[in-house]
C-alpha cells in the first residue's frame, strides 16, 4: 500500500506569486496561521520510522485517521517495531472507522492475503469497491480486475474500463495500461488506437514497464503515432536495463539491423544472450551470432555476464 496519498500534493499547487499591485491588498488581510506540521509522515518518509510511532500515536489519540493509517502502516510492514498484523488491521479498522480510503484499501489487501485473519475474498471485494467509491485510484483499478477476470462478480468488460478510467486519470499507471489495452481490443469500449496509443504513452511515462515495451513498439513501427525508430530504440534500451526480456530482445535486434542506433555487434549479441537466460529466445539472432567471429561472442559473453551478475547482486534477500 502506498502513503502518497496521505498528504495530497494537489492541494498545495495553486499557490503562486502575488502581482505587486496586489501588495496593499494583502497587507489588509488577516494572516491565517500555518497548518501544522505532519511531523509522522514526515518521519515516516524520511525513514524515522520510531520517531513517526512515537508522532502517528500521539496524532491518533485525537482521532486522526491519517494517523491511523500510518500505524497500521508501520506494524504491517514491521518499520520502528515489530511487525503485527493484528494490531495493523486493527488501527487500519480504527481508521476506516473514520473513512479513510488507504485503510479501507490496506484492509482490502489483507481480505484477499490472509493477513491477521483467513483470506476472504469477497470481504476484500466489498472493501475495494468502499475505496473506489472514495476516489482510491489503486482499489478502482484492482477492482477492475476483478471484474475484467470475472472474480467475484460476474464479468463485466464495460465496469472494468469504467473503473480503470477512473484510476487512470488519477495518474495510476497500471491502469492506464489495462484501460490502453480494452481501448486497443475493443473489450469494454469502443476500439480506439489513437487512445489506446495516448494512454499507452502516458503510461509509459510514468514507468510501467509493459507499456514502455507496446509504446516503443508502436513508435518503432508507426501504430497510432509518429514513426520515430530513434525515440523506439531509447525507450527499449530503458525498459531493457529494468529487466525487460521483450524489450533486450527487440534491443538487441536493433543493435544487430542498425536501426535507431547504431549497429554493434557486441552489444547485440550481449542483449540477445541476457534475454535468452530469460526465456526470450531468438532463432534470427541465433543465427546472426553464429556469423560473428568468436572475438564479438566471447567480449558478448562477458558484458552479458558482467550485467546479469550486477542484477543479481542488487536484487534483496
Known sequence: MTMAARNNPLARWSLGCCMPAMALLLLAVPAQAAPPVDLAFGAYQRGFYLTALNEATKQAQKNDPAAMTLLGELYADGLGVGRDDAKAAQWYKLAAGHNDRDAIFALAMFQFEGRAGPRNPAEGARLLAEAAKLGHPAASYDLGLLYLQGQQFKQDFRHAAALFASAATAGNPEAQ????????EGRGVPKDLGKATQLMS??????????MVEYAIAEFNGDGTNKDESAAAQLFLAAARRG???????????????????ADPVQALRWH??????GAGDAVLDAFAAKQ?????????KAAKKWMSTVVALVPN
Open 202 to 211: 502516458e503510461a509509459s511515462i510514468a514507468g510501467n514497464i509493459d507499456a
Open 293 to 301: 567471429p568468436q572475438s564479438v561472442r566471447d567480449d558478448a559473453e
Open 244 to 262: 525487460s526480456p521483450i524489450a533486450q530482445n527487440r534491443l538487441a535486434r536493433i543493435l544487430m539491423a542498425g536501426r535507431g542506433l547504431p
Open 273 to 278: 544472450i541476457v534475454a535468452k537466460k530469460a
Open 177 to 184: 495500461y489495462a484501460l490502453a489495452t480494452m481501448y486497443k
